[in-house]
């Protein structure tokens, strides 16, 4: 079964609770332009952490962008000031060294990839380096 959901809409998540809440290229594409898109941001995710099962974990992976990373690290941030329990990329409750870096700084992870066809054409066509897949987590 599919279901769409507006996110932005704030609609009523499922109950669960869950072994794991997984959010996939999704929080960067919330709130994009509005000035307090980080804090709506994290009461979703902060929202989504109360559906986790006793155990459960939740787990952000954006696109390995200077804009996407930054925000989900100061997301990591936000909600490690907030009590959670940080796995990754930095296990500690400490904040971000990649933050404190400067503005031009991140963390991304990166892995060697062989994209399948029809993808590796239309990557050679438009000129683009598809040659590992790049997220921040």
Avoid: Q, Y
């Avoid at 029809?118 to 990557?123: D, E, G, K, N």
Wanted: proline residues 11%; neutral net charge; charged residues 25%.
């Amino acid at each position: 079964m599919s279901r769409v959901v507006d996110f932005e809409s704030r609609p009523t998540l499922p109950p669960g609770p869950f072994d794991a809440v997984v959010a996939g290229h999704l929080l960067n594409e919330l709130w994009k332009d509005h000035p307090k898109r980080l804090d709506l941001r994290c009461a979703l995710i902060e929202e989504a952490g109360t559906r986790r099962d006793a155990a459960g974990f939740f787990m952000a992976i954006e696109p390995a962008t200077l804009t996407a990373s930054r925000d989900l690290l100061s997301l990591r941030d936000l909600l490690a000031t907030r009590g959670w329990s940080i796995l990754a990329p930095c296990p500690s409750s400490l904040p971000c060294p990649a933050m404190a870096a400067g503005p031009s700084r991140t963390c991304h992870g990166e892995v060697p990839w062989n994209p399948p066809e029809p993808a590796a054409s239309i990557a050679r066509k438009a000129g683009l380096d598809r040659n590992s897949v790049k997220w921040s987590w």
